[in-house]
């Protein structure tokens, strides 16, 4: 069912600040009566323009099942100084890919975990980029996990955090991502911001899932990630679509039979994210930790 574009701020209770960053904060918020969770993302006046493009995109991709959705059509602004303005959106009760990862403790999530997720993030992606959007921001930390509503699936996966991201027609060349997961082609002069680069994004972050770790190429002013142990053949070619040569190289990869970046709607359709892996979710103590951690609250009308 879909929820209303709608929240009754006076009823609101706090519960908890679930993370700080360079952009502003997230608190986790809660109405008594229905005991429905929303997440409050606040930021200071003068990133007033980046939440308000989280917004659009939001509404844009209204009701798209890998998107995290807005809560409120509506930029609020705060009542206090210094002023801040701030949006509502779903909570992610079962928190993000970055808190996943760190369960594992340095070591590779499952291969058919992984699978699962990157079809997920892809779909979310394949959405984007087919309306003119890049999101130019993916990373574990902007990939958000939600009780599972399809069975034999371990959770719901949804992107998030869509204030660096680009719109159609629009100058893309004072965005930057976050280092670690940008391309080659997003450094220097003739800098080049499209879908590729989401693709190289995922790349670096299916890297992570396997327990890869970043390292920077100095002379080439971009980071490459080591890899400590085998991957199937199919996950391996995944990788190597990713973060093939862009497609602006299209002569030159033919000349010398390199291949090109892959599309979201191609992954789709890669054996890698295609082949059956009918594997029940390990109940892992590992898992059981992490679960235990990001579990929602429970919420009573007496304990608020």
Request: with cysteine.
């Amino acid at each position: 069912m879909t929820e209303p574009l709608y929240v009754d701020e006076s009823s609101l209770k706090d519960v908890r600040v679930l993370g700080r960053g360079t952009y502003g904060s997230v608190s986790l918020k809660v109405h008594p009566d229905s005991c429905r969770f929303y997440a409050r993302k606040t930021s200071p006046m003068q990133l007033k323009e980046h939440l308000e493009k989280e917004l659009r995109i939001m509404l844009r991709f209204h009701n798209h099942p890998r998107i995290v959705q807005a809560s409120s059509p509506n930029l609020h602004l705060g009542k206090t100084e210094p002023q801040d303005c701030y949006i509502y959106m779903e909570y992610a009760s079962e928190g993000t890919l970055r808190k996943t990862i760190s369960s594992f403790r340095g070591k590779s999530l499952p291969e058919y975990m992984i699978q699962r997720l990157v079809r997920m993030i892809l779909q979310g992606l394949d959405a984007l980029h087919s309306q003119g959007y890049v999101h130019c921001d993916l990373k574990p930390e902007n990939v958000l996990l939600f009780p599972s509503t399809t069975l034999g699936e371990p959770w719901d996966v949804k992107l998030a955090d869509f204030g660096l991201s680009k719109e159609p027609n629009t100058d893309p060349s004072h965005l930057c991502g976050t280092p670690q997961y940008m391309s080659p082609e997003c450094n220097g002069p003739n800098r080049i911001i499209d879908p590729a680069l989401d693709i190289y994004s995922l790349g670096c972050v299916v890297y992570e899932m396997f327990g890869a770790k970043p390292y920077l190429e100095i002379y080439e002013d971009y980071y490459e990630w080591n890899l400590f142990q085998p991957i199937s053949p199919e996950a391996k070619d995944f990788l190597i679509r990713c973060h093939a040569r862009h497609p602006v190289h299209r002569a030159e990869a033919e000349r010398f039979n390199y291949p090109l970046r892959a599309t979201a709607a191609e992954l789709l359709n890669h054996p890698f994210v295609t082949q059956k892996l009918y594997v029940p979710l390990p109940t892992t103590s590992q898992q059981e930790d992490w679960r235990q951690e990001t579990k929602t609250p429970t919420v009573t009308k007496a304990a608020v």
